[in-house]
């Protein structure tokens, strides 16, 4: 099942229900295990385009020390507008308790409106198949 959640930052999401929340002043996680889904809010002058995506965000990311994987970038339309979708494995973060990590599957969504950046993440243990959650999460992002 899943809820709205409203942001004071400006824009709503649903979000698997009973997951821990978590908020900063730039975004909001949400986590269940090694489930997470998170957004960040930044400003940002212009929209971003898939050459600036495939060029510079994307060897960002490679760098996160995470054994980073891209496995596509693509432009896709949701409700709220086009996004920029980069498709990746990573490795998670080490657990407190046993101090190993799990390989993970991730989609990182980029929503642009009016000089605000949206980055929505979402990410599962790898085969766990949430490819139709994600989408719904993804589709039902909306600006305020």
Same mark, same amino acid.
């Given at each position: 099942m899943f809820i709205e959640y409203r942001s004071p930052l400006?824009? !709503?999401i649903k979000v698997p229900e009973g997951w821990a929340?978590?908020? !900063?002043? @730039?975004? #909001? !996680?949400?986590s269940d295990k090694?489930?997470? #889904?998170?957004t960040t809010i930044e400003e940002h002058v212009e929209p971003l385009t898939i050459a600036v995506v495939k060029n510079e965000l994307? $060897? /960002?990311?490679?760098? @996160?020390?995470k054994a980073v994987r891209i496995s596509g970038v693509t432009l896709t339309s949701v409700? @709220?507008?086009?996004?920029? #979708?980069?498709s990746y494995a990573s490795n998670s973060d080490a657990n407190p308790v046993t101090n190993k990590a799990i390989r993970l599957e991730n989609e990182r969504y980029f929503f642009w409106k009016g000089g605000k950046l949206t980055t929505l993440t979402l990410s599962a243990p790898?085969? $766990?198949?949430?490819?139709? /959650?994600w989408l719904l999460m993804a589709k039902s992002f909306r600006w305020l």
């Open positions: 400006g824009f !709503t929340r978590r908020e !900063t002043k @730039s975004g #909001v !996680t949400f090694y489930n997470t #889904v998170r994307t $060897a /960002q990311l490679e760098m @996160s020390g409700p @709220s507008g086009p996004a920029i #979708v980069i790898y085969g $766990a198949d949430d490819a139709d /959650q």
